[in-house]
């Protein structure tokens, strides 16, 4: 069974950066594509930015030139990181992954911007 585990979460003031981790069990090579998705409060879950296994990556408007994707394939390891933070990106963040079977998700991580 394929697991993701999320870190980096928490509070930040606006202008603020946060780095987040997705650790997987499995070898990310084993997966089509990656990427991060967030729930922000009353909110459906929105697609921040995703990363194929040929490296390449789309970012949702709200975030281009903020979020930068990125992933260690020796530690099975994708980041989040998240400069010019604003109030509206405050969320619980999820880690996303899919393979050939199915989508796999990590159990979130908060992040709250104050502002």
């Known amino acids: 069974q394929v697991q993701l585990m999320e870190s980096g979460g928490g509070l930040v003031q606006a202008g603020g950066s946060l780095r987040l981790s997705c650790a997987a069990s499995a070898n990310w090579f084993s997966f089509n594509a990656m990427g991060w998705y967030r729930q922000p409060p009353g909110k459906r879950r929105e697609v921040v930015t995703v990363?194929?296994?040929?490296?390449?990556?789309n970012y949702a408007d709200s975030v281009k030139g903020r979020f930068t994707i990125s992933r260690d394939n020796a530690k099975n390891t994708m980041y989040l990181q998240m400069d010019s933070l604003k109030p509206e990106d405050t969320a619980v963040y999820y880690c996303?992954?899919?393979?050939?079977?199915?989508?796999?998700w990590g159990q979130g991580t908060q992040v709250t911007v104050s502002s």
């Open positions: 990363i194929t296994n040929s490296g390449a990556t």
């Open positions: 996303y992954a899919r393979n050939a079977v199915r989508d796999y």
